[in-house]
């Protein structure tokens, strides 16, 4: 490599080894970041990046990778800074208006589809949509279905929107309100409810690490348990629910046992609990059957 090319692949190394001592990256994962941040800036490929080595002599100049670069070091999510976040196969756009939607959520999606016959409509309550990652990742691989998907905050009801009109070829099989959970619905039932909803307690330690601390609070905060919002979600579920339908709800760690008991004194059958990628029991749910036992 020539004198010249080094330079410039220098000066990014620099900033990369800046992002690696400040947030505690590996090196692959610094390098990466540099990368995605100057291939944001530039409006260009990886590809051509790797093509072209003396592109990156224009970080130094570039307005738009040195705010980046600020940011990223402050602690921002890179979700943020790129305004993206790829979700079960599909690239999401996400603001700070919204949740950043994470791995451990794919399964929730997974035990929807389960749920849901290829061949058949059904109907889909997505409750707390957010950016609505799971919403649109239900609608993508289930193309029969119809879902309605709530948030009470109208700016992350604009993001989920923008997601819908981008990634479905029927942008209107996903509809979209603003409701505090179910206050707004009316008498609709629905074959399948789905919810990411808060589950954190108020002054949990890790709100005030990591990507927690730029992300919404009021999306993230449940009371003092982290239980309210799923107590609430369980307790006036049956009333939205067609015969045999069934209730998802992701929740926190320590909480699979908790949702357990909720389900069951709701009236739920069939109780099911699975573990995420890490092992950690992270999505709780149960069927609803109006003539049906009160145990699971």
């Known amino acids: 490599m020539t004198e010249a090319a080094a330079a410039p692949g220098a000066a990014l190394m620099h900033d990369a080894i800046r992002l690696r001592d400040t947030l505690g990256l590996t090196n692959r ?90 061949q058949q409509h059904g109907s889909v309550l997505d409750l707390g949509t957010g950016s609505g990652a799971i919403a649109v990742a239900i609608a993508l691989n289930r193309p029969h279905v119809r879902v309605m998907a709530v948030d009470a905050s109208q700016s992350a009801l604009e993001v989920a929107a923008c997601n819908a009109g981008r990634l479905l070829d029927d942008a209107k099989q996903v509809q979209f309100a603003r409701s505090d959970w179910f206050e707004e619905l009316g008498g609709t039932r629905y074959d399948l409810i789905v919810s990411n909803p808060p589950y954190v307690a108020a002054g949990d330690v890790h709100l005030r690490e990591g990507d927690v601390r730029f992300e919404p609070e009021q999306a993230l905060v449940a009371g003092q348990e982290g239980l309210d919002d799923l107590q609430r979600i369980i307790g006036e579920a049956p009333g939205y629910l067609a015969e045999g339908g069934w209730l998802l709800c992701e929740h926190g760690y320590d909480q699979a046992e908790a949702c357990r008991r909720l389900l069951r004194e709701a009236g739920f059958v069939d109780l099911v609990a699975e573990r995420d990628l890490a092992g950690i029991l992270r999505v709780s749910g149960g069927r609803w059957l109006t003539a049906g036992p009160a145990a699971g």
Request: a negative charge.
């Open 29 to 118: 994962e610094a390098r990466s970041e540099v990368e995605l941040l100057l291939m944001r800036a530039l409006g260009i490929t990886r590809a051509r990046l790797i093509a072209h080595p003396e592109l990156a002599a224009e970080a130094a100049a570039n307005d738009i990778y040195q705010g980046s670069l600020k940011r990223r070091l402050s602690g921002e999510p890179m979700a943020y800074i790129l305004a993206e976040r790829e979700f079960y196969s599909a690239v999401f756009a996400v603001s700070p208006a919204v949740l950043i939607p994470r791995p451990e959520t794919e399964l929730l999606v997974d035990m929807a589809l389960e749920r849901l016959d290829s």
